[in-house]
C-alpha cells in the first residue's frame, strides 16, 4: 500500500510542475489544455476541469478508476475520454498531454495539408520524437466519436493533431509525453516560419535510418 501512494504522490507532483513549466511557456493558456499519467495498477490521474495548467494543486487532481469512474479529487477535465482512449489503444504509454499551443492549432485549420501525416520530416529530432501525424477529422468537444476516431488513430501513432483543436501526445513517461509535444509544437512554429520557400527535408533513407536507430 505505501507503495501505490508512493507511486501516485510522485505522478502528482510531476503532472503539475509539468503543468506549470508548459503554461509559464506559453504552450497552453487559460484553463485550456489537459495532462494525465497512469498510475501502475491502471487508473488515471488527470488534471480538473476548467483549470490554468499554471495553477495545479497536486491534492486536486482527478483519480479515475481504470474504467473512467471519477474516485477522487476535484472534477477530471471533460476531455478525460481522450485520454482514455489513447491508454486503450497504446498500453505501453502511461503519459498523454493535450494542448492548444499555437502554432499546432495554427496548423490543424490550413486547407491543403496531408491528413496521413501532416508535417514533412524537417528535422531529425522532430521524425526520432514525433515520427509521422495524422490529422484526425474536427468533431465537437465531448463528441464521443472523437474519442474513437482518436482511439483508432493512436493505434499506429503516439502523436495526432485534432483539426481545429490542437494535438494529442502520448508517451512511456510524463517527460517522454512533455518532450514530443514541445518538438511537435516547435515543429510546426518551423513549418509555418519557412512559409512557401523551397524546403530541404529528410530523405526518406534518413528518415528510415533514424527510425531503425531510436525505435
Known amino acids: 500500500m505505501t507503495a501505490v501512494l508512493s507511486e501516485e504522490t510522485k505522478l502528482?507532483?510531476?503532472?503539475?510542475?509539468?503543468?506549470?513549466?508548459?503554461?509559464?511557456?506559453?504552450?497552453?493558456?487559460?484553463?485550456?489544455?489537459?495532462?494525465?499519467?497512469?498510475?501502475?495498477?491502471?487508473?488515471?490521474?488527470?488534471?480538473?476541469?476548467?483549470?490554468?495548467?499554471?495553477?495545479?494543486?497536486?491534492?486536486?487532481?482527478?483519480?479515475?478508476?481504470?474504467?473512467?469512474?471519477?474516485?477522487?479529487?476535484?472534477?477530471?477535465?471533460?476531455?478525460?475520454?481522450?485520454?482514455?482512449?489513447?491508454?486503450?489503444?497504446?498500453?505501453?504509454?502511461?503519459?498523454?498531454?493535450?494542448?492548444?499551443?499555437?502554432?499546432?492549432?495554427?496548423?490543424?485549420?490550413?486547407?491543403?495539408?496531408?491528413?496521413?501525416?501532416?508535417?514533412?520530416?524537417?528535422?531529425?529530432?522532430?521524425?526520432m520524437r514525433v515520427g509521422t501525424l495524422p490529422l484526425v477529422p474536427y468533431y465537437p468537444p465531448g463528441d464521443e466519436m472523437l474519442g474513437e476516431a482518436v482511439g483508432q488513430a493512436a493505434k499506429s501513432h503516439h502523436a495526432l493533431l485534432l483539426a481545429n483543436h490542437g494535438p494529442v501526445v502520448s508517451g512511456r513517461t510524463l517527460h517522454e509525453a512533455q518532450y514530443a509535444l514541445e518538438e511537435l509544437e516547435e515543429t510546426a512554429k518551423l513549418f509555418l516560419l519557412l512559409g512557401d520557400r523551397p524546403v530541404k527535408c529528410l530523405s526518406p533513407e534518413a528518415v528510415t535510418d533514424l527510425r531503425r536507430r531510436f525505435e
Not at 479515475?64 to 489513447?86: I, N, Q, V
Not at 504509454?93 to 502554432?103: E, G, R
Open 12 to 127: 502528482r507532483d510531476q503532472i503539475c510542475e509539468v503543468s506549470a513549466s508548459l503554461f509559464e511557456r506559453c504552450l497552453t493558456a487559460g484553463s485550456t489544455g489537459n495532462i494525465s499519467a497512469r498510475l501502475s495498477d491502471g487508473s488515471i490521474l488527470t488534471t480538473p476541469t476548467n483549470a490554468s495548467l499554471g495553477r495545479l494543486d497536486p491534492a486536486g487532481l482527478s483519480l479515475l478508476s481504470p474504467d473512467g469512474t471519477h474516485l477522487k479529487g476535484d472534477k477530471p477535465t471533460k476531455e478525460a475520454f481522450l485520454h482514455r482512449c489513447m491508454y486503450c489503444a497504446r498500453p505501453g504509454d502511461s503519459a498523454v498531454i493535450h494542448t492548444h499551443s499555437i502554432h499546432c492549432v495554427a496548423l490543424s485549420v490550413l486547407e491543403g495539408t496531408n491528413h496521413e501525416d501532416v508535417l514533412p520530416p524537417l528535422t531529425a529530432y522532430y521524425v
